[in-house]
């Protein structure tokens, strides 16, 4: 019986000693679960932020698309503005040269008419003089 009690103790010895190291591990698993937990939560929150920040990128992003789309077509319409009045001013210079050249011509018969008057007067003082 003596034996049999010392295979039991034995026995009862190496399970202490197992159950001591399994505790041990099962605490070290447990430190190790918490450290992994809270790296997930931080990693989580890290996804969290960044998805914020991605759909903030997003709607950002339509935004200077839609600002660039409309200083684009600001921009045309400030074009075709700009050419109808350069096609303007090119009449109006046009209708100036126009204008210029009458006046051009009037004045220069008016001066032909004139100097006519001038010498059909004074031939009409010499005429008249003799």
Not at 19 to 33: A, C
Not at 67 to 96: F, P, S, T, W, Y
């Amino acid at each position: 019986m003596l034996l049999q009690r010392d295979a039991l103790e034995k026995a009862m010895d190496e399970t202490q000693k197992e159950l001591v190291v399994t505790r041990k591990e099962r605490d070290d698993n447990i430190r190790q679960l918490a450290i992994l937990e809270s790296r997930f939560e931080d990693l989580q929150k890290a996804c969290s932020r960044l998805e914020g920040d991605l759909e903030a990128e997003r709607s950002n992003k339509s935004r200077v698309a839609n600002r660039e789309e409309e200083v684009r077509q600001r921009e045309e319409n400030l074009d075709r503005r700009l050419q109808e009045k350069d096609r303007h001013i090119e009449e109006l210079e046009g209708a100036l040269q126009a204008v210029r050249q009458e006046c051009s011509t009037q004045l220069h018969q008016t001066v032909r008419s004139l100097e006519g008057c001038i010498i059909g007067v004074q031939y009409t003082a010499t005429s008249d003089g003799t």
